[in-house]
């Protein structure tokens, strides 16, 4: 059956954070950095120095240059622990682990950078803070197969977004545990979650809808098994994001459609719609959505009984898993080092199955539209 990406799982969520590539042929913004380093030749050791490196990792994050961003976060960290300054200090810790987590793919060093931030938010007392936290802890359990955990954490997330009237967050977090229960095989929870964030949508009548809330809707009417409107959502979708030159979601939502397509039998429409996500993916060099399009152009020439063209992008495919693929041992061995909360009740046995459907996890560019709390 076709169902959510699992790769849309870890990084439509990873969005929330402050990276904001959004895969619309992005260039750095020379006069902003021009503003911002005469900043720094003005400002010593302050709390507006760290505030400016950080907002320099911001804009090499936005346009996914994220050794630079990396440079710049450990100089903002550097100096906040050095003057005291522990909001600078949460934001470049959580920049660190939500990097370490998706970019560098280093489980051990992101966990214990969002350990670190969690004991910053509480001295703080943010909930904002918080919110980013246990969405960061969250995601980090996901992609390394606990769902219980990650269900946990980000349950927690929610009481804050909620507590905080944050609705678009809600909306988030909900789509979010929907894709948890479709990765163990729980659709019926997993409709449960969709249908909250469609019912939370129309009551602010999509004002603020965040990117992920129109394909996740999208993907309830498939699940529910109307095909006929799940077509036409991811549509009307495509169409929005090609206004906001959102090309990442663009080529994400191709490849979604044509998953869709494939099960309805609609085989030329679907061809169709991997191949323009496949161009899309290739002019923006956008790595996951390649493999998101070969993949479904894979099972199309199956289907189409073209073994040539099947054979050919199947390959593709298989390279480019391999091409990001961790080490499930590695997983393993980190999901052993985590302290798990009390109700996480997942067997090893269960963690190796599940780890299993999330070996390729990978960020070449983070999405925009989501929230980042502090940013």
């Given amino acids: 059956m076709f169902r959510i990406s699992n790769l849309y799982l870890s990084l439509v969520f990873l969005a929330l954070f402050q990276f904001q590539g959004s895969a619309k042929a992005q260039t750095v913004d020379s006069l902003r950095l021009d503003s911002l380093i005469t900043i720094l030749t003005l400002e010593k050791d302050s709390s507006q120095t760290v505030d400016v490196y950080l907002s320099l990792a911001d804009e090499y994050m936005r346009v996914t240059d994220y050794t630079i961003a990396s440079t710049y976060t450990d100089l903002a960290l ?212 390649r493999g998101d399009n070969y993949k479904m152009l894979a099972n199309v020439y199956k289907a189409k009984g073209n073994t040539e063209k099947y054979q050919k992008y199947q390959k593709a495919y298989e390279e480019f898993t391999d091409s990001v693929m961790v080490k499930l041992e590695d997983r393993v061995a980190v999901q052993q080092s985590v302290s798990l909360p009390p109700s996480s009740g997942v067997s090893f046995k269960t963690l190796i199955n599940l780890a299993i459907i999330l070996f390729f996890v990978i960020i070449a560019v983070f999405l925009s539209g989501l929230k980042f709390s502090r940013g």
Avoid at 100 to 111: C, V
Avoid at 172 to 185: C, F, K, V
């Fill in 78 to 289: 550097d100096l906040a622990v050095k003057i005291g300054y522990k909001e600078g200090e949460l934001r470049a810790t959580l920049n660190m682990a939500h990097m370490y987590l998706a970019y560098y793919l280093d489980y051990t060093k992101s966990i214990s950078f969002y350990d670190h931030a969690l004991k910053l938010a509480e001295e703080i007392g943010n909930d904002e803070d918080y919110l980013s936290v246990y969405r960061g802890y969250s995601n980090l359990y996901s992609s390394v197969g606990n769902h219980s955990s990650a269900l946990h954490f980000n349950e927690k997330a929610i009481e804050v977004a909620e507590r905080i009237g944050d609705q678009e967050v809600v909306s988030e977090l909900n789509a979010y545990a929907g894709s948890i229960y479709e990765e163990s095989g729980d659709n019926a929870k997993a409709i449960e979650c969709y249908e909250k964030v469609e019912s939370i949508e129309d009551a602010n009548n999509y004002m603020g809808t965040s990117n992920a809330a129109y394909t996740v809707i999208a993907h309830l009417y498939y699940l529910k098994g109307d095909f006929k409107r799940s077509i036409k959502l991811y549509r009307t979708a495509i169409k929005r994001f090609e206004r906001l030159q959102e090309f990442r979601w663009v080529s994400y939502t191709h490849s979604e459609i044509a998953g869709v397509l494939i099960e309805d039998g609609q085989m030329e429409l679907a061809e169709k719609h991997a191949l323009k996500g496949l161009e899309i993916a290739e002019l923006y060099d956008l790595n996951k959505e």
